[in-house]
T-cell receptor
Framework: GAVVSQHPSRVICKSGTSVKIECRSLDFQATTMFWYRQFPKQSLMLMATSNEGSKATYEQGVEKDKFLINHASLTLSTLTVTSAHPEDSSFYIC??????????????FGPGTRLTVT | ELKVEQNPLFLSMQEGKNYTIYCNYSTTSDRLYWYRQDPGKSLESLFVLLSNGAVKQEGRLMASLDTKARLSTLHITAAVHDLSATYFCAVVRGGADGLTFGKGTHLIIQP
């Protein structure tokens, strides 16, 4: 149990276009979802916290108008990178938590989406 | 601001040896996590440590937590090549906040 999926797994887009990444909890309802970014050979950086039905909370330095997060249901959060530029190329990973089954403390990570902006 | 420091950042060792990765964090936290990441992949959860003195073991990996020293260790016993990966520790700021990660320890185990 506790599976998180992401779609797409890999995307290449042209500079100036927008890309939407989906994060789904497949077998549980997520209390909260998080979005992280990882540049090559670097650590993960928290971008934003997303709760169903409310506005996302962005970390300092993350442009909320560029990285649009929508959390429409307890099983789906989306991250839209608007007007993407090459410096947005990165590995985007979501995670989900639930304060109950299967574990109130675990964070369940998706498989990640590799975005390349040309 | 919560800071998480790992050391070493790079470790090359031979099979059969023991070694320890250290994780220090700067402010009080409720939970500490250890993850493994293989190249091009997402994170695999290894351990969640919840209280002072917590010790968890899985196979050749053992993690411990000292909340007073704000220190966690990941000990590798009799390393095998399959344990080659990058290991991250991460700390939650509190409540339902997201994780702050260390820079990761890139571990290479030579057969």
């Amino acid at each position: 149990g506790a599976v998180v999926s992401q779609h797409p797994s890999r995307v290449i887009c042209k500079s100036g276009t927008s890309v939407k990444i989906e994060c789904r909890s497949l077998d549980f309802q997520a209390t909260t979802m998080f979005w992280y970014r990882q540049f090559p050979k670097q650590s993960l950086m928290l971008m934003a916290t997303s709760n169903e039905g409310s506005k996302a909370t962005y970390e300092q330095g993350v442009e909320k108008d560029k990285f649009l997060i929508n959390h429409a249901s307890l099983t789906l959060s989306t991250l839209t990178v608007t007007s993407a530029h090459p410096e947005d190329s990165s590995f985007y990973i979501c995670s989900a938590t639930v304060w109950a089954y299967p574990s109130p403390y675990e964070q369940y990570f998706g498989p990640g989406t590799r975005l390349t902006v040309t | 601001e919560l800071k998480v420091e790992q050391n070493p950042l790079f470790l090359s060792m031979q099979e059969g040896k023991n070694y320890t990765i250290y994780c220090n964090y700067s402010t009080t936290s409720d939970r500490l996590y250890w993850y493994r990441q293989d190249p091009g992949k997402s994170l695999e959860s290894l351990f969640v440590l919840l209280s002072n003195g917590a010790v968890k073991q899985e196979g050749r990996l053992m993690a411990s937590l000292d909340t007073k020293a704000r220190l966690s260790t990941l000990h590798i016993t009799a390393a095998v090549h399959d344990l080659s990966a990058t290991y991250f520790c991460a700390v939650v700021r509190g409540g339902a906040d997201g994780l702050t990660f260390g820079k990761g320890t890139h571990l290479i185990i030579q057969p």
